[in-house]
């Protein structure tokens, strides 16, 4: 079946240090991925997205590339604000409109 | 601005006391989901409906249900809650297919005393 691994948080980063979130997955066929992101005590937000390899999904600087050759999915920012302290979540489509997600990673930017 | 609403976004329940959580969107999308997401975790599909059909996941206690009266609402039901079942309920739709993201709402937090 389909599965999503993320790298372990918390993360703990200073203001304007470079994030790097690692995901990996496992699927069959052409899976879209996405990250979403979860700030406390909220619902879940689409970040990003990518629907076929090579696509680079970005957003409020936060950038991801579809590698099928490596079936990965990294979540990379340049620069981290306070404002990004968060949990995000990489994830896939599969059959039958289902997400599956990864675990999770807390992310947490101080200054 | 279209969107995923659920209400009420803080729910109190007594032990053994039915509750219904409801959701309704203005995306005029196909599918609706309930979603139960625990701290710390993953949030974790119960069921969810393709229109009118309903999709119950393998694992998801008898204890919960869900009704989907037309296209913009849907409901999650906890027959008997117990202390197990506090958690943020998590509602979300999207237009369908494999390659369509979902919407998520803000999510009501369950609380069982």
């Known amino acids: 079946g389909n599965s999503v691994t993320q790298m372990e948080g918390p993360v703990t980063l200073s203001e304007e240090a470079f994030l790097t979130i690692n995901c990996t997955y496992t699927?069959?066929?052409?899976?879209?991925l996405f990250w979403y992101v979860q700030y406390p005590g909220e619902g879940l937000q689409l970040l990003l997205k990518?629907?076929?390899?090579?696509d680079k999904g970005s957003n409020k600087g936060f950038e991801a590339t579809y590698r099928k050759e490596t079936t990965s999915f990294h979540l990379e920012k340049g620069s981290v604000q306070v404002s990004d302290s968060a949990v995000y979540f990489c994830?896939?489509?599969?059959?039958?409109?289902?997400?599956?997600f990864g675990t999770g990673t807390r992310l947490q930017v101080t200054l | 601005d279209a969107m995923v609403i659920q209400n009420p976004r803080y729910q109190v329940t007594q032990f053994g006391k039915p509750v219904t959580l409801s959701c309704s969107q203005t995306?005029?999308?196909?599918?609706m989901y309930w979603y139960q997401q625990k701290s710390s975790q993953a949030p974790k599909l119960l069921f969810h409906?393709?229109?009118?059909?309903?999709?119950n996941e393998a694992d998801t206690p008898d204890n919960f249900q869900s009704r989907r009266p037309n296209t913009s609402f849907c409901f999650l039901d906890i027959r008997s809650p117990g202390l197990g079942d506090a958690a943020m309920y998590l509602c979300?739709?999207?237009?369908?297919?494999?390659?369509?993201?979902?919407?998520f709402g803000p999510g009501t937090r369950l609380t069982v005393t």
């Open positions: 979300a739709t999207s237009i369908g297919g494999d390659s369509y993201e979902q919407y």
């Open positions: 995306l005029n999308h196909n599918v």
């Open positions: 994830a896939l489509t599969g059959t039958a409109s289902k997400l599956t």
């Open positions: 990518a629907t076929k390899a090579d």
């Open positions: 699927a069959t066929g052409y899976p879209s």
């Open positions: 409906y393709y229109d009118k059909d309903f999709n």
